[in-house]
Nanobody, 125 residues
């Protein structure tokens, strides 16, 4: 499967965006999905991840503001981002994994098999 991310853009602090990640094939086959982000000069960071039928996990800085979801009927993964802050500015990447990993280890990028191309999110007034 190939992943195509979209929905990024320029938004003011406190605003919202919803990122989408559409698979070229069935994403339901993949056990877990995730969103990562990378700001200039920093390492790629796990933002949120979830597993089939299981819990969702979030990095501390976005907990309570971001929500990950998936719609297997549309082969799409979403990241709803509310109360955006300038420090959320980054390129956001979606990814899927076939393996099952325990708990918040799903925020580790090494477990992921397929990646989308990234979409830029800029939070600025």
């Amino acid at each position: 499967v190939q992943l195509q991310a979209s929905g990024g853009g320029l938004v003011q602090p406190g605003g919202s965006l919803r990122l989408s990640c559409v698979g070229s094939g069935p994403t339901a086959y993949y056990y877990g999905v995730a969103w990562f982000r990378q700001a200039p000069g920093t390492e790629r960071e796990g933002v949120s991840c979830s597993s089939r039928g299981g819990h969702s996990y979030y990095t501390t800085s976005v907990r309570g503001r971001f929500t990950i979801s998936r719609d297997n009927s549309k082969n799409t993964i979403y990241l709803q981002m509310n109360s955006l802050k300038p420090e959320d500015t980054a390129v956001y990447f979606c990814a899927v994994r076939a393996v099952r990993v325990p708990g918040s280890m799903c925020l580790n990028s090494r477990h992921y098999d397929v990646w989308g191309q990234g979409t830029q999110v800029t939070v600025s007034s």
